[in-house]
């Protein structure tokens, strides 16, 4: 097939599209996201060969096979640290990761973190559905307090995880939030994430029909959105319900609150920046909900500008070039006192 | 004899409690997961704690923490997690600390990681290799005594199988020895006054003995682990060898099925023996040695490419010719279901070995 080079793509989602057999649960959100990747995969890229998948293990991570791209399925946890390499390597190629709660969060959490830290060039999908789907429904690190699974049968008592706000903590350069459920709305953020430069972190709420049904109901489901959806929109002031009526301000005590906003007065709200330098305040809206179950943004939290890893490691090398001259495998080889030997 | 029926996950699980087990941790992994499940039932009953672990890295550590205290603990997990631990699992060794650690592998491929460890430096483990759930029962209960009696972390290796079968069980309640614990974290001082450590880098505080003399430490842990290997008793599970001109070797599971292709072949005049490692460290050479010793060949037979056929060889020392007539056999799923792990399929192959 006839792929163009630069100039614009002749690309269209089929070509996205593998022919592997896709084995999730009928019903399973993954699916969703699939469609949605595919889909504005040829905004990302012009060449398939110039994107490479990466996930660990779990439902989730199951994902490269379903992409006509490069892909590489792994080990459990690992995915950024592999990730990382690749893209140090070859600066030129397009790298997402896939990965879930629990590959992500509990096994990879070490990972994750220094990936962000570095920003590497790298897309990070985190499939949330709070639960490890591929082992039958344990709790994960983002499952709610008091979770009875299999695992914790008399309810789980680790606080969870809140991934945007261990994202934002580790310095990644972009973090938003997404639904499986609304297209819309995730090709809109995953294109935003593409186009940002560094570490792109995108937790997505998906959800898992089979261990974990309706986990995101409340703020995913047609019944509730519009009371539970704070849609954060770059300079806009944040207005969410069903009327538009509630906002968010800074309260006077270090930190934001929900308040009505005829009560409030607009000109009070907070405009949401997603380049604000300093994360304190994405910090605290990641916080306005301590689970899916109440008011809770989606959108960018944050999107600034550092120096992305791969280029500075580029710009050490050309300088080491400039001090030490180019250099030459045989001159390594025989540098320092050398020894003829009879 | 109350028999009851039990799943194999299951039987061991409540086989670890039985044994004094008050402390698990695992991640969950196929096929171990439900022995992790049981663990979180049923433990809180017996006043223990289990713990879902964020990975089987964090789960040996949480076990090696609470061993460290004299609490009876175990970790476990499949092959890849058992990786994982490798490091842990090489210092807590070094650590002189006992820990029992399960591997429900899938398939046999883990034989090496299990009997040579994957760590660094000079220590070994005790590993057990149960054919059934009856017997797994009485290994896990093994376990435990021998994980005390010699201060060093015991592998239980199981498989997919053996996680889930169900079988009848009859538990014994277990006679249980007194350990000493003497060198536990215990939150007393034992009237020395002198502050305890549990370290891979040596047992004593201030200079007094060994102090932090890695020389002493590691020469004391090596006459330790000499101490155990020539101190644990092999099993062997050996029978038909009267007369046997072949004689073949498998362990764990397929023990099961090659004793039965055996049997069989044994019905119909067919001359073969069959032998069985229990304890696959240390290795019941002299057993082995002896079952195959008016054998013409030795078979053996393992689900995998050829790993415990090096400590048959080294058992028979060219007394006879060792075939292997086993080989990965794994579904589609790579749990460890073998598709030749059938009587059939193993009796041709055993009828193989009698034309040569
Ligand atoms: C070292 C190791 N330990 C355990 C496992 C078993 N395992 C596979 S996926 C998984 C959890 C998956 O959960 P998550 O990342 O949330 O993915 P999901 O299936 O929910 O998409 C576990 C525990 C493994 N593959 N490797
Ligand atoms: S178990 Fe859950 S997450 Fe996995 S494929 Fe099924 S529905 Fe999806
Ligand atoms: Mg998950």
Known sequence: MAEQNGGGSVLTKKEFVSDQEVRWCPGCGDYAILSAVQGMMPDVVDKRENMVFISGIGCSSRFPYYMNTYGMHSIHGRAPAIATGLATARPDLTVWVITGDGDGLSIGGNHLIHAMRRNVNLVILLFNNQIYGLTKGQYSPTSEIGKVTKSTPFGSLDRPFNPVALALGAEATFVARSLDVDRQHLTSVLKAAAAHRGTSFVEIYQNCNIFNDGAFDLVAGKEHKTENQIRLEHEKPIRFGANNEKGIRLSGRASVEIVDVEQAGEENLIVHDVHREDPALAFMLAHIATGPTMPTPIGIFRDVDRPVYGEEMERQLSVAREKLGVGSVEKLLTSGDTWEVA | ?356
């Open chain 2, 1 to 356: 004899m109350t028999a009851r029926l039990l799943e194999g996950s299951e039987a061991i699980a409540e086989a670890m409690i039985g044994a004094g087990c008050r402390f698990f941790a695992g991640y969950p992994m196929t096929p171990f997961t439900e022995v992790l499940e049981h663990m979180a039932r049923l433990l809180p009953g017996v006043d223990g704690v289990c713990m879902n672990a964020e990975s089987e890295l964090e789960a040996i550590g949480m076990a090696w923490g609470a061993a460290a205290t004299g609490t009876p603990a175990a970790t476990g997990s499949t092959g890849q997690g058992l990786s994982l631990m490798q490091e842990s699992l090489a210092e807590i060794t070094l650590a002189r600390l006992p820990l029992v650690v399960l591997n429900m592998a899938r398939a046999q491929g883990d034989y090496f990681q299990a009997t040579r460890g994957g760590g660094h430096g000079d220590y070994r483990h005790i590993v057990l290799a149960p054919i059934d759930v009856p017997e797994a029962v009485e290994l896990v209960s093994l376990a435990f005594d021998l994980t005390f009696r010699w201060r060093n972390p015991v592998l239980v290796f199981g498989d997919y199988y053996l996680a889930h079968t169900a079988q009848s069980v009859d538990f014994r309640p277990p006679a249980r020895a007194d350990h000493d614990l003497g060198w536990a974290l215990d939150g007393r001082s034992g009237g020395s006054g002198q502050a305890k450590l549990v370290s891979p880098l040596g047992g004593f505080k201030r200079k007094d003995q060994s102090g932090y003399n890695l020389a002493t430490h590691y020469a004391s842990c090596a006459a330790a682990t000499a101490e155990m290997v020539a101190g644990v008793t092999p099993l062997a599970d050996v029978g038909f060898i009267d007369h046997a001109e072949v004689v073949v070797v498998a362990f764990g599971t397929p023990g099961r099925y090659v004793r039965a292709a055996v049997r069989a072949l044994r019905a119909d005049g067919v001359p073969v023996g069959y032998v069985r490692p229990v304890t696959l460290f240390p290795f019941p050479s002299e057993a082995v040695a002896r079952a195959c010793e008016g054998a013409r060949r030795v078979a053996v037979y393992e689900n995998n490419q050829g790993q415990m056929i090096d400590d048959v060889r080294l058992a028979v020392l060219g007394r006879s010719p060792v075939d292997f007539i086993g080989g990965l056999s794994l579904d589609s799923s790579g749990f460890g279901i073998a598709p030749d792990l059938d009587v059939q399929v193993l009796r041709a192959r055993i009828e193989e070995v009698f034309t040569k």
